[in-house]
């Protein structure tokens, strides 16, 4: 059976993406293994002075066991990636962008000589080319035209650096659009149906 990890960043109460979430796992629990990361209760660690100079200074072999220790969040989370077949990412939108809790998630799985690496020659190379990423957005505001955002772009950059190939489906306008809502949310659903579908053929 396939190996799925949903990381979920859904902190508002009544969250629409939170609906998505609920939607997918409805539909796919029987298909795959879930592991399900709940970034709003297990935060990733921030890449602050104590862990990124570990990182940026010394190859994994030569950490310490205070080294480690301090890594073990960082750890854990790229090796969820590592360990799964399909990664559901799902998030809101803040400010255009992403939320800063689910950067810190992406900073954390774009590792060196882990998930991408330098080839000489090739330049970098993604290391997790046997993956699929579905990625659920929510947005108040209609970024489906010419609108300017960058939260699909940097996730589906990062998720290709690494070797991930993406899809997303996208909810947005329910702010913007209250008397279009459920219509919004239940053609996404019908969206993460046909992904389904089409991922655990």
């Known amino acids: 059976m396939t190996k799925t990890l949903i990381v979920s960043y859904t902190p508002r109460i009544g969250s629409y993406t939170k609906q ?3 939607e997918f796992i409805k539909l796919a629990s029987n298909k795959t293994e879930i592991t399900f990361l709940d970034l709003t209760t297990s935060p990733p660690d921030l890449l602050l002075p104590d862990n990124l100079n570990i990182i940026w200074s010394k190859d994994e072999s030569k950490y310490t066991k205070k080294e480690k220790k301090r890594l073990s969040n960082h750890t854990q989370l790229t090796q969820q990636v590592l360990d ?10 803040y400010n255009f962008s992403l939320p800063a809790t689910v950067k810190a998630w992406i900073d954390a799985i774009v590792v060196n000589n882990k998930t991408f690496a330098f080839v000489e020659g090739v330049g970098f190379k993604g290391l997790c080319t046997d993956k699929k990423a579905i990625i659920l957005a929510v947005a108040g505001g209609d970024y489906s035209s010419n609108q300017e955002e960058y939260f699909s772009s940097t996730i589906k950059k990062n998720f290709e650096y690494i070797g991930i190939p993406s899809k997303q489906v996208s909810a947005f306008g329910v702010t913007q659009y209250p008397e279009n809502r459920e219509v919004i ?17």
């Open 20 to 22: 998505l979430v609920d």
């Open 84 to 93: 799964a077949d399909i990664i559901v990412l799902a998030s809101p939108m």
């Open 185 to 201: 949310i239940a053609n996404a659903k019908k969206e993460i149906s046909d992904l389904i579908d089409s991922y655990y053929a």
